[in-house]
């Protein structure tokens, strides 16, 4: 006989699971307070790296179902929710997501649902990456300067460099102008 489990998460201590619970039970899915596995974890973690989500994976049976709201749930982006689903699936654990209509993800209308969705993620970091490379080379043609500035001046550079020919250690360099023996290495010709 098959068990229900739903996965729900949040990312920070502030928030609750309680709307998430109701969403469950609005859907239709009783599901016994036991068998509600929740953590707070940031959704940057990918999926088998949250505690409580392994846990979860190791009690899983063959003919189980898991049930989440979203597909976030299931890993931080669509490439770890792709592993996610394909893991519970090769476990034979159904995956419904309420976000998605209820649908069995590990169906065939589901992993179609989930391979366009993959392509629409994918295409969405390619069109971000892009638009962040062209507004740099926009920026640079414009005199900015990208990235973190510069802990020292040219004329601190060069005080340095003296110093260094001089034969003062990078150490106390590093502790006079409060930056890093790095930084100061970086200062040799």
Do not use: W
């Given at each position: 006989m098959s068990r229900t489990f739903a996965y729900?998460?949040?990312?920070?201590?502030?928030?609750?699971?309680?709307?998430?619970?109701q969403e469950l039970e609005g859907a239709g899915f009783t599901i016994?307070?036991?068998?509600?596995?929740?953590?707070?974890?940031?959704?940057?973690?990918?999926?088998?790296?949250?505690?409580?989500?392994?846990?979860?994976?190791?009690r899983l049976e063959q003919g189980d179902i898991l049930v989440v709201t979203k597909m976030d749930r299931l890993g931080r982006d669509a490439m770890d929710v792709?592993?996610?689903?394909?893991?519970?699936?090769g476990m034979q654990v159904r995956v419904h997501c309420l976000a998605l209509g209820g649908s069995d993800l590990t169906s065939p209308a589901g992993q179609f649902t989930m391979t366009i969705l993959?392509?629409?993620?994918?295409?969405?970091?390619?069109?971000?990456?892009?638009?962040?490379?062209?507004?740099?080379?926009?920026?640079?043609?414009?005199?900015?300067?990208?990235?973190r500035p510069a802990r020292l001046t040219e004329v601190q550079k060069e005080s340095i460099r003296a110093e260094l020919d001089?034969?003062?250690?990078?150490?106390?360099?590093?502790?006079?102008?409060?930056?890093?023996?790095?930084?100061?290495?970086?200062?040799?010709?």
């Open positions: 729900v998460r949040v990312s920070t201590v502030q928030q609750t699971i309680e709307n998430q619970v016994p307070k036991h068998r509600i596995i929740s953590e707070t974890v940031s959704g940057s973690v990918p999926a088998q790296q949250r505690p409580m989500f392994a846990r979860l994976i190791d792709a592993q996610t689903v394909n893991l519970l699936a993959n392509a629409v993620a994918q295409f969405e970091r390619e069109l971000l990456i892009e638009r962040t490379h062209a507004g740099m080379s926009r920026a640079r043609s414009q005199g900015k300067i990208i990235g001089n034969g003062t250690t990078v150490s106390d360099l590093s502790r006079r102008y409060g930056c890093s023996r790095m930084t100061i290495a970086r200062c040799r010709p």
